[in-house]
């Protein structure tokens, strides 16, 4: 629907655009038939014939007043009326363009005729002389009978004036019309558009709200899942942390000697304890992270030492691993301002991955160490490595590389991604580098203590650190 | 040679038939605001200080040269932009010049078509010529209503 929408919408804004330039045109073409019009006036075919219509009754009425006793008048007028008569005859012998109006019509043989008349009595008119009433009533004879036939032919120059004035008027009636018509349809079309408009608007404030609604109910949604995982993990904790107790007390045999079959039994299950109080911990920090609601506690701190306890606490899984760790502490104090708990657990988190995912009988390589103004801590292993696929997601949330290995070597999935929340709240950034089956090295950098106030500054500038 | 003695006189007696009527009357106010008329010979008007002009109009099938005063010069008191012009020719027709043309363009009264008096059976004693070919905004046909062929008057209607 949408595409045809848009098709049907570009048409008729091209109908607006071809129906504008074609009133443009238009307007250009009518005004310079009007120009044609009004410009046939004075030296149209008309007024031509018309002139030498009125200078030949001019000219035989100066010949008539000449033997007339009332009102006489000279010769020298007569001749002057001859010569302006002789110019106008020349005037509509040229016609337009080199053709005299009616041209076609029996009326136009006049102007021949005339021709003739003007220089046959020429030589009488030059020599008229006053009083000479004979030779002016001649000359009034030999004109006069011209006054009808240019009558006649300013008749038959006015008819085809009046045919090209028709076809002109015809025309100019015909483009105003079109103009009308041309105007009405882009009024149409032009409302159209609107109307296109009105209603596409609608429709996308429609859409815009349903997705607004659709937004709003999923993070209700995703809020209300987030509860019950977090109430579920809380509800699960007691109980675990019960169950813990109790198979700690059984395994230090304070409840009484057991069997070796039964001990392994309680190791087993006090194991898998620890794995389930872990997780649920794991649960809880997640949705706290994400809720913002997880607790920091920003302390002037020794990095090496977060390092350094991170790496005691894990030494008890060394020997289950089959691989030892390996710590380079810096001997000076690495100052940081920090969350020690949260730390230690972010280290443990990069450590108990190292080790989970490394070759047995390897070594994971820890050191910590000022670089510039940052504490940098590193954590090498050589282990499996990681995917190229999959080293976009290491830290989304619930994703290891491998399915099977959630099975394989434990975990939630949930560890990289509270690491990296850890380190962003420090203002620090994390990132690794890895190459499959060779090892992977995740580099933790947080910003040093005594050069806190300057770096917040780089902090802000730089969209590496605040973006890792 | 009969014909050539014909020819002879109709030549000679239509020069003085031209030199009769050429006169151009000029109307005018004075200073006073009364109206005064003067009229001007063709030797009168080649004696002000003529312009040549090198034209081609409507009329003509090439270009010619023209000989006499701008028109302008023919009003004494200062032309305003307002006024218009008044002319008339020898049949009677009457048309109106803007003063503005006059004071734009070199328009003149032209007594002379390639040094020659023009005849009154061709658009003599005097026509108003507008250098049309130097100027090609006056090439536009409505600007051949002024070029008014046997001029007889010139008279100067002030503006508002």
């Keep these: 629907m949408n595409a045809r929408f848009k098709a049907f919408r570009w048409t008729i804004v091209l109908t607006i655009l071809v129906t504008l330039c074609m009133i443009g045109i238009g307007l250009v073409s009518l005004q310079s038939q009007l120009d044609e019009l009004s410009s046939n006036k004075r030296s149209g075919p008309t007024w031509i014939a018309n002139q030498m219509e009125f200078e030949l009754l001019r000219f035989t009425q100066s010949l008539a007043r000449f033997t007339s006793e009332t009102t006489p008048t000279t010769a020298e007028n007569v001749r002057f009326r001859f010569d302006i008569l002789w110019s106008r005859h020349a005037v509509a012998e040229d016609g337009q363009a080199g053709r005299p109006a009616a041209a076609d019509s029996e009326a136009a043989t006049v102007i021949a005729a005339l021709g003739q008349e003007l220089v046959r009595q020429e030589p009488l008119v030059v020599s008229l002389r006053d009083g000479d009433y004979q030779t002016a009533a001649t000359l009034f004879q030999a004109f006069a009978q011209y006054l009808d036939p240019a009558h006649e032919y300013t008749l038959a120059a006015k008819d085809e004036q009046a045919v090209a004035d028709l076809t002109a008027r015809t025309d100019l009636l015909f483009m105003s019309q079109l103009m009308v018509y041309l105007s009405l349809a882009m009024g149409v079309a032009s409302l159209l558009l609107a109307v296109l408009f009105f209603v596409e608007s609608r429709f996308h404030e429609k859409m815009s709200s349903e997705n607004a609604d659709l937004l709003e109910k999923a993070k209700i949604a995703y809020k209300a899942k987030s509860q019950f995982i977090s109430t579920i993990s809380h509800e699960l904790r007691t109980p675990v942390t019960s169950i813990k107790g109790t198979l700690g007390l059984m395994r230090g045999g304070l409840l009484g000697e057991m069997g070796p079959k039964m001990r392994r039994m309680v190791d087993i299950a006090h194991d898998n304890s620890d794995r389930l109080a872990a997780l649920i911990n794991d649960i809880l920090d997640f949705e706290k992270s994400e809720a913002g609601e997880l607790a920091y506690t920003f302390l002037p701190i020794d990095l090496a030492d977060v390092v350094r306890e991170a790496v005691e606490a894990n030494r008890g899984f060394e020997a289950r691993q089959g691989v030892r760790l390996r710590l380079d502490a810096s001997e000076d104090a690495i100052p940081i301002k920090g969350d020690s708990f949260r730390l230690v657990q972010l280290v443990s988190n990069l450590l108990s991955n190292a080790m989970k995912f490394s070759h047995k009988g390897h070594e994971v390589f820890v050191t910590v160490r000022r670089v510039g103004h940052m504490g940098r801590i590193e954590v090498q292993d050589h282990g499996v490595g990681i995917p190229d696929a999959f080293k976009d997601a290491v830290f989304d949330r619930f994703t290891q590389a491998d399915g099977s290995n959630t099975r394989k070597v434990g975990g939630t999935g949930l560890g990289m991604s509270i690491s990296k929340a850890i380190t962003e709240r420090h203002r620090g950034r994390i990132w690794f580098q890895s190459e499959v089956n060779v090892g992977t090295t995740f580099v933790v950098e947080l910003p040093l203590l005594d050069i806190e106030p300057p770096a917040l500054e780089l902090v802000q500038d730089e969209p590496l650190l605040a973006s890792a | ?160």
């Design chain 2, 1 to 160: 040679m009969k014909h050539f003695i014909a020819a002879a006189a109709i030549g000679l007696f239509a020069a003085q038939v031209a030199s009769a009527q050429a006169i151009l009357t000029v109307v005018q106010n004075d200073a006073a605001g009364n109206q005064v008329s003067k009229e001007y010979t063709a030797e009168q008007l080649l004696d002000m200080d003529p312009v040549e002009i090198t034209t081609m109009n409507d009329y003509l099938d090439a270009p010619h040269v023209f000989t006499g005063p701008l028109l302008r010069d023919l009003i004494d008191t200062e032309l305003k932009a307002t006024d218009s012009i008044e002319v008339t020719a020898l049949n009677d027709y009457k048309t109106k010049i803007p003063a503005a043309e006059a004071l734009k363009y070199d328009v003149i009264v032209a007594v002379l078509q390639d040094g020659e008096r023009m005849s009154l059976r061709d658009k003599g004693p005097f026509w108003v010529i507008y250098p049309m070919s130097d100027n090609p905004e006056l090439q536009d046909p409505g600007f051949n209503d002024r070029l008014i062929w046997q001029l007889s008057g010139v008279k100067l209607v002030p503006g508002e």
